[in-house]
């Protein structure tokens, strides 16, 4: 296998496989190596964003828990959790454009939890932009001295921030066909 794919653990391995071929690239080893690092770039962006902005990683984010989130799962997509307000939140998928299989991006405002959110578990949805996300890499907080409002904006700024930046990052992996 490659350098940078056998560095990271096997669970991410195999999305890293499946994202190549819903991407439309030649099932190679020099694809892997190219998803795979750009998996990597895109963790780091994570973990500097979180920094950052001052929010903490955590390993769980219960259903019922006021906070909001910014979640990485193992195949690159961001999730966003907002606080949860009068029993509902604003949640956010983005798959950053680089499979064909799932869509670019879905935002949905009455969104509620099926479940608590586990680090190495998908998401799950009782109503939501998606019914269920692949396994959850990082998940990370606002910190307990926010408001609901301040942690929507916090979580909407960085994830915007991470998507342009995970954009980049795919245009420069899997160029767009210009048709």
Known sequence: MGEILDQLPPEIRVHIKAITQSAGLPDTEESFEKIAQGWV????????????????????????????AVVLTYSGSLILIGPLIEGFRKAGYNSIGIRKNVPDSLIKENSKLAADININAPIEFETGPVKSTSSIF???VCKDDLEAEEQEEKISEVTVIMTSEFVDINKALVPVDSE
């Open 41 to 68: 770039e895109k963790k780091k962006i994570f973990e500097n964003q979180i920094v950052e902005s001052e929010m903490i990683e955590v390993e769980m984010l219960g259903a019922d828990d006021e906070k909001g």
């Open 138 to 140: 990082k998940i990370a």
